[in-house]
């Protein structure tokens, strides 16, 4: 049977007056790899604060492993979206990744060895175990964006959330991190927030388009012929061009 | 050249100036991490309102200003929490009224002429034996904050965001990092004044900075540079009959710009052979 990971049913939300997400419904199951897209202000990084908990659902549910994100929190691994901020900061690459574990429920004085070992595999996973003991302002965009998606996997997540991962990386950096994200995916359910959409397409099984609304493309590698109720973004696009080429 | 510490006052205001700056090396880091040096500036000034009122009352100062500082610190971290983008506006605010309340309480206090002097650029000279007791205790203090509170002070300090996410309580953290800071502001005003305290927290922990690759490391360090500061700064105010305070802060411009030349140096030289 397949397993469901992420289940949003029926959410709207709103910061005042005016919704930001209506009627939201979403379904991932174990081995998903979500790409959200759509326009600045659409609602992508609400969605993904509701998901991690950093807002609270009013109206609607959204459940993680069918229980509450709150006490989920230590099956999603998060990246933010600027890494790039705080790089004069004097800590190395071990520590940025140690964050990872829940502090309250550990020793307050030092790090355990069990999570100094985690660390580093999590750090071997990414590719940079080398850099442990670097202070990480001396890592290039793309090496960083790695740590960060180091930190997330520290408490093996089921969930994997990132917010923009390429949004300051170089050509090559962007096409690292994505297959690194390939490698990962093929145990842990992934959501991406991109603007990267020809990158996406190549690397997501699911897009969803948000404005406001979700609009979720299945099975984006097929070519869908035209678009259906009025609904039109860069996943037509995209398909449209990628046809041409066919 | 050591002989001056054979004098009872200079032995009482080295150990102040070897505490005051292990101290100010802690904070210093925590405050410039942080992005707090105009709130730490805040605390200074607002706690000369303590002063006033220690005076007034017939306190003692520390106590008054450190009264001062924390409810000032504790304030601070509301509004900075609360209010990100209007913060800059609330800390001038509260700046300005907490000088202005030390001003009036000592006006109000029947025949004090006091030595304003000393509060503004410090009195490393007068320190008495008590106070170094005071100092010790707001030292270890702060160890022992630093020591247990370690992974969530580095976690809220460094990604503030992330640290929530991962349960830790972040407002709690945050204001505890600068209601310690402010009882440390307390203690290093007395060695350099409260005009000067902030080159104090800031320019060891910029030199410390360059060369450390953590945040232990960065406080262990400027703790050290600042010593050494202190140390000097004060043999040659001692020499040359100069204010104490300003004469340690001139030092450590000196070194700091010394440090710079000689790393610019370095840094060419090594590029130079690598090529």
Request: charged share 15%.
């Amino acid at each position: 049977m397949i397993k469901k990971i992420l289940e949003i049913d029926d959410l709207t939300f709103s910061y005042d007056d005016n919704n930001v997400l209506e009627n939201i419904n979403l379904s991932l199951n174990e081995k998903d790899f979500l790409a959200i897209i759509g326009p600045n202000g659409g609602g992508k990084s609400t969605l993904l604060k509701l998901i991690l908990g950093i807002l609270e659902t009013k109206n609607g549910k959204i459940t993680i492993n069918n229980q509450n994100p709150s006490l989920q929190l230590s099956n999603i691994g998060y990246v933010p979206q600027n890494t790039n901020i705080n790089t004069s900061f004097p800590i190395k690459v071990i520590e940025v990744v140690l964050m990872g574990h829940i502090s309250y429920k550990k020793p307050i004085f030092g790090y355990g060895k069990d999570e100094i070992a985690c660390a580093l595999g999590a750090l071997a996973q990414v590719g940079m175990e080398k850099f442990a003991n670097s202070k990480i302002g001396s890592l290039s965009g793309g090496q960083r964006q790695r740590v960060m998606i180091a930190r997330a996997l520290c408490n093996h997540p089921t969930l994997l959330l990132l917010d923009e991962p390429t949004a300051s990386i170089d050509v090559d950096g962007q096409k690292q991190i994505y297959e690194l994200l390939k490698e990962l995916n093929k145990f842990i359910t992934i959501v991406v927030v991109s603007h990267d959409i020809s990158v996406t397409l190549n690397y997501a099984n699911k897009v969803a388009y948000i404005n406001k609304f979700l609009k979720l493309h299945n099975n984006i590698n097929k070519f869908s012929t035209t678009p259906q109720n009025g609904h039109f973004c860069e996943v037509e696009l995209m398909q449209m061009f990628r046809n041409k080429n066919v | 050249m050591f002989e001056i510490f054979t004098v009872d006052f200079m032995q009482n205001a080295l150990m102040a100036g070897v505490l005051v700056s292990l101290i100010s090396g802690i904070i210093g880091s925590l405050i410039v991490v942080n992005r707090m040096v105009f709130l730490a500036g805040g605390i200074a000034h607002t706690s000369y309102g303590g002063i006033g009122l220690a005076i007034f009352l017939g306190l003692p100062i520390f106590l008054g200003a450190s009264i001062f500082a924390v409810a000032a610190s504790i304030l601070m971290a509301f509004l900075a929490l609360k209010y990100k983008e209007r913060v800059d506006t609330f800390i001038g605010l509260i700046w300005a009224t907490g000088m202005a309340i030390g001003v009036i309480l000592i006006d109000l206090t029947p025949g004090y002429n006091v030595d304003l002097m000393s509060y503004l650029f410090g009195s490393i000279l007068a320190v008495e034996t008590s106070d170094l007791y005071t100092m010790f205790s707001v030292f270890v203090m702060i160890l022992i904050f630093v020591i247990f509170g370690y992974r969530n002070i580095l976690a809220v300090s460094y990604d503030s965001e992330y640290a929530h996410i991962r349960g830790v309580n972040v407002g709690l953290f945050y204001t505890l990092i600068l209601v310690v800071s402010s009882i440390g502001i307390v203690m290093t005003m007395k060695v350099v004044g409260l005009i000067l305290v902030i080159s104090m927290l800031t320019i060891p922990v910029f030199i410390a900075e360059k060369i450390s690759n953590s945040l232990i490391g960065m406080m262990i360090v400027s703790g050290l540079i600042s010593t050494l500061f202190t140390i000097i700064g004060l043999m040659v105010s001692y020499y040359y009959n100069l204010t104490t305070g300003a004469t340690i802060i001139l030092v450590s411009v000196v070194g700091m710009i010394l440090f710079l030349t000689i790393k610019k140096i370095y840094d060419l030289f090594k590029r130079g052979t690598i090529a």
